[in-house]
């Protein structure tokens, strides 16, 4: 396979001068150094794994625009709400999500190290990047990592074609005895709005099946999808398509579950309250819910058999009989793994809508970068 071919329009670029731009870019809002270290580290670890639609594509719309529309803060103020020998519940203030995300996963790993798990929850955060990073922090550290949060409505329910639930990542990290962990970080929709976003700045029809219409018909023409998943005349399928037939259900009570777990134990919003407009039109924060769950093999029967028999799982799925024609099978968190082995000579691939953006930012705060697709 030629990991490069799906790329060739595009300048690959070296990590260490992205991370250093986005730094860069996020301190000239008024966020904290320390702070935009975590930001930076969560996002190239997006484009890092191959996950485009969560990387430095994300910087400015997500998050540079929403501090420059007064709606996120530059700064993260976090209280500890409550404090208990395995659980814990933070207030994010409005904050960047990152931060608060990657303080509520340390504190759930620090309890699974103590009391073999560990559960915390987030109220008030915004967008944390990609679910896989947080998960990750608990398999380096030798436990099973759980997260989850609500999003924005985008999805419909079975039946229904009004946007209620988020994308609602339910996220996975499980130590293997391979050279990665099993990661299996994906929306409760069919696909998620960065993809749709990234499918937009290709210029490219979405698959049919992706979104629902008010006449509860599907929908591909992706930049007036892109509008009109923002005024609720469009929605993202849940998990499995629309309607029952093809288990749509079940995408649908997943992205629940995920709703009341990133609201309901921290008190936090749901559904309509998280779609960013007040009743005259006018944006408003995003007062996002997430959890972060730990758990220690070790307290059980041992790290090192738990791993032994997780990384048998992945091979011999691996090695099961291949449809006809298919090259292999892959197991979650390996297709990541394969694009960071190629990314890691090669650089980031950037798209020219994404060198446009970079310039925009860059031109805006006077920032000392020639980038090497200018020449």
């Keep these: 396979m030629d990991y490069g071919a799906a790329y060739k329009d595009c300048y690959w670029m070296d990590f260490s001068v992205l991370e250093r731009f986005m730094k860069d870019v996020l301190m000239q809002v008024g966020v904290p150094e320390a702070d935009a270290d975590i930001v930076t580290e969560v996002?190239?670890?997006?484009?890092?794994?191959?996950i485009d639609s969560h990387g430095i594509g994300r910087l400015k719309p997500i998050y540079i625009d929403r501090i420059d529309d007064g709606i996120m803060n530059p700064v993260t103020k976090i209280d500890v709400l409550r404090d208990e020998r395995t659980t814990?519940?933070?207030?994010?203030?409005?904050?960047?999500?990152?931060?608060?995300?990657?303080?509520?996963?340390?504190?759930?790993?620090?309890?699974?190290?103590?009391?073999?798990?560990?559960m915390?929850?987030?109220?008030?955060?915004?967008?944390?990047?990609?679910?896989?990073?947080?998960?990750?922090?608990?398999t380096e550290a030798g436990l099973i990592g759980i997260t989850g949060t609500n999003a924005r409505p985008s999805i419909a329910p079975t039946f229904g074609v009004e946007n209620m639930l988020g994308t609602n990542p339910l996220t996975f990290g499980i130590p293997t005895d391979e050279e990665f962990p099993f990661v299996l970080d994906c929306a409760t929709s069919v696909t998620q709005r960065g993809k749709i976003e990234v499918y937009g700045r290709e210029g490219k029809d979405?698959?049919?099946?992706?979104?629902?219409?008010?006449d509860g018909k599907t929908r591909t023409d992706t930049m007036q999808v892109l509008k009109d998943l923002n005024?609720?005349?469009?929605?993202l399928a849940p998990l499995g398509g629309i309607g029952e037939e093809t288990g749509g259900y079940k995408g649908y009570g997943y992205a629940m579950v995920v709703e009341m777990l990133s609201a309901a134990l921290q008190g936090g919003s749901f559904l309509k309250d998280l779609n960013g407009f007040d009743e005259e039109g006018r944006k408003i924060p995003y007062p996002l819910g997430h959890f972060f769950i730990a758990i220690d093999p070790e307290q059980f029967l041992g790290l090192d058999t738990f791993k032994g028999i997780t990384g048998m799982i992945c091979r011999q799925i691996r090695t099961?009989?291949?449809?006809?024609?298919?090259?292999?099978?892959?197991?979650?968190?390996?297709n990541e793994w394969i694009a960071w082995q190629y990314r890691r000579e090669h650089g980031c691939p950037v798209p020219?809508?994404?060198q446009k953006t970079m310039v925009t930012l860059r031109d805006r705060f006077s920032l000392d970068y020639q980038f090497g697709f200018e020449q």
Aim: zero cysteines.
């Design 120 to 138: 915390t929850a987030v109220r008030n955060s915004t967008h944390y990047g990609i679910a896989g990073y947080y998960v990750t922090m608990a």
């Design 206 to 214: 979405l698959p049919e099946g992706w979104v629902i219409g008010k």
């Design 43 to 50: 996002l190239i670890e997006s484009d890092k794994r191959g």
């Design 352 to 354: 020219e809508s994404l």
């Design 88 to 118: 814990a519940v933070l207030d994010g203030n409005n904050g960047l999500g990152h931060v608060v995300s990657r303080r509520a996963m340390e504190k759930a790993i620090e309890k699974a190290k103590s009391h073999g798990m560990g």
């Design 231 to 235: 005024t609720g005349d469009a929605a």
């Design 320 to 334: 099961s009989t291949r449809s006809p024609g298919e090259e292999r099978i892959f197991t979650p968190g390996e």
